[in-house]
């Protein structure tokens, strides 16, 4: 814990409080809460103790539930918890446990601006990296300034104004938007995400059969082994800098991924996705999955893409092997 209960009586919580919403982000809340103080983001780094960048977590969620006045254990659901090491290491937050942390954006935020003028708070569905789409306005979401061209962060007066101190805005001439197969996967993934009313108010058409009862990490995995590879039989090293990788890179990866489920859909134009689909995440999903669904769901795929029923592994040395055949 960041800092000791018993400083709680010298904490001054300041006078106006405000209510969090259903889908809202937990480091948005926060962001939105200081906004309405008129207090800066290092105020609440300095109350919680915090140096150098880390972001607020579980750690800080007793102290957090008395500065904002939001009940402990409806903050601490919020916040990430994190596990394990910073290499192999997984988090829990919003009731989704990922067991990798490069699936989940927390210091590099994305943005809908469009949501945020109109509804007035952040998404916790933006904070998931590879699905950089808002599902309402039919749009990729945004991890850089308009104006000064630089990365969104946290660190900034509201949640509407970026850090040089301009409003954010979408793109004036937006070149391209997600398409219906990109919108329809994301709704399938973030559906545990989303508010009742937004599920009902939103179109989409009915899982595959192997996505239903996917956890978010399984069907996040899945996304990734669909859509990494550029061009056939591409090798992925497994040091791959996954932290890195901006809303641009997983723009395209989604792309790819939501179109190649969508032709693995029918099985009459599927022949070529064994060539394009990385075979080793699939198999890493099988080996290590977080459910028993998201196993069953990764066999199915390897026995449907490659006629393939995995009895060994070979571990993390796999990711630097090519999936091209030496021999036909």
Excluded at 186 to 215: F, G
Excluded at 263 to 276: A, K, N, Q, R
């Amino acid at each position: 814990m960041s800092m000791p209960i018993h400083l709680h009586s010298e904490l001054t919580s300041p006078p106006l409080q405000i209510e969090c919403l259903v889908d809202e982000s937990g480091l948005g809340y926060l962001l939105r809460w200081l906004g309405t103080n008129h207090l800066p983001f290092r105020w609440l780094k300095k109350m919680l103790a915090i140096r150098g960048p880390r972001l607020p977590d579980t750690r800080d969620a007793i102290v957090l539930s008395y500065l904002t006045g939001i009940e402990h254990d409806q903050l601490k659901p919020m916040l990430m918890k994190t596990f394990g090491n910073a290499k192999e290491g997984g988090m829990l937050v919003y009731g989704q446990q990922l067991l990798f942390r490069d699936l989940y954006r927390f210091r590099s935020p994305q943005i809908c601006p469009s949501c945020i003028h109109q509804k007035g708070y952040i998404s916790r569905c933006w904070e998931f990296g590879p699905i950089p789409i808002c599902i309402e306005h039919g749009v990729y979401l945004i991890d850089h300034c308009e104006h000064c061209k630089k990365p969104i962060r946290w660190d900034r007066p509201t949640i509407d104004i970026c850090q040089c101190g301009r409003i954010f805005s979408s793109p004036v001439n937006p070149s391209e938007r997600p398409g219906i197969a990109e919108l329809n996967l994301a709704r399938w993934v973030l559906k545990p995400l989303m508010a009742s009313e937004s599920l009902h108010s939103l179109e989409a058409s009915k899982a595959p059969s192997w996505m239903e009862h996917l956890s978010m990490d399984g069907a996040l995995r899945i996304i990734k082994a669909f859509g990494i590879c550029q061009t056939p039989y591409e090798a992925i090293s497994s040091s791959y800098p996954w932290g890195k990788c901006t809303s641009q890179f997983w723009r395209d990866l989604f792309r790819r991924a939501a179109l190649r489920i969508e032709c693995f859909l029918d099985p009459s134009i599927s022949s070529e996705l064994c060539t394009l689909v990385y075979q080793p995440f699939l198999e890493r999903v099988a080996f290590y999955p977080l459910t028993t669904p998201d196993k069953e769901s990764a066999l199915y795929l390897l026995k449907q893409l490659y006629d393939y029923e995995p009895l060994t592994h070979f571990d993390s040395a796999k990711g630097h092997l090519s999936q091209k055949r030496l021999f036909d």
